[in-house]
């Protein structure tokens, strides 16, 4: 069994939590995004017990985690970043105690924080529409960066895809002629999704006009590049939603706002709640039922205000 004695390896991780990051990408397939998460929030943990004569990892009781959890109050972190890191204690102990690790999992009876419960931003139809506008009116100078910005926008908004998804997504990904988009979801899972018309357009004008002034030896099959020929990353993407948000005087919204936005344009359009769930990714049910929540909300405002007896 390990103890508080173990050394650290050069990036602050002790062998036992690179182990368990090992286990999770290899054994549960989960995104490199979320191990680094998990590793985070374990370092943090760490961090904690040593500072509070605890030892390692392997050392911490009941007490010690919510001592760490009570220190997070007091540091007021948000809950949904208690609720993580409770997931991420409980889910490592686990682990730890079905590998022989440690002699009992300490997470047992840890109480874990709920996150908050947060509607999701939602641009409505006609804000989403400005939006997109603004998107092609930008790219009408041939900006090459401004291509890419206009079929990304259009994109997130036609598929409903994660920011992230769409990063990885290669020219070859795409299907113009049967008009859908092969993406890569959490757990390396792919699923192919419908593209519309127009965000056919705004595609066919990027690989046509915008992509081959970006590309370089080095861009690989990357469907968006950035401006130096690399992959276009997350954070390009981000900064496009949010300037173009800015110029098309809508509320300021991040790529995910998109993704909840097609989820709720599409229930208001009719589609039944499984083929949402097929678009958006979701391993769950329950989570696509949010939207429910979302649309009712609208359909009691316009109500309020169209009813005479409201």
Partial sequence: MQT???????????????????????QRGLSENTVRAYLGDLA??????RRHGLGGLTDVDIAGLRGWLASMVAADRSRATMARRSAAARTF??????????????????????????????LDQGAA???????RTRADDGDAVHLRDWAA???L?????????????????????????????KGDKQRVVPVGEVAVEAVEAWLGRGRPVLATDASGPALLLGRRGARADQRQLRAAVHAVSRLADVDDVAPH???HSVATHLLEGGSDLRSVQEVLGHASLATT??????????LRASFEQAHPRA
């Fill in 4 to 26: 508080g004695a173990e050394v650290l390896t050069e990036r602050g991780t002790t062998p036992v939590a690179a182990d368990f990051g090992t286990h999770l990408r290899a």
């Fill in 93 to 122: 102990y686990a682990w730890a105690a079905r590998t022989g690790r440690v002699a009992q999992d300490p997470a047992l009876r840890l109480a874990g924080a709920r996150p908050a419960s947060h509607l999701p931003t939602v």
């Fill in 157 to 185: 908004y036609a598929t409903g895809v994660r920011v992230g998804e769409l990063c990885g997504a290669d020219v070859d990904d795409l299907d113009l002629a049967e008009r859908t988009l092969r993406v890569t979801g």
């Fill in 257 to 259: 706002a998109l993704r």
């Fill in 289 to 298: 039922q949010r939207y429910t929540h979302v649309t009712a909300d609208r």
């Fill in 44 to 49: 943090d943990l760490e961090g904690y017990a």
């Fill in 129 to 135: 529409a400005a939006l997109l506008d603004t998107a």
């Fill in 153 to 155: 926008l259009e994109l």
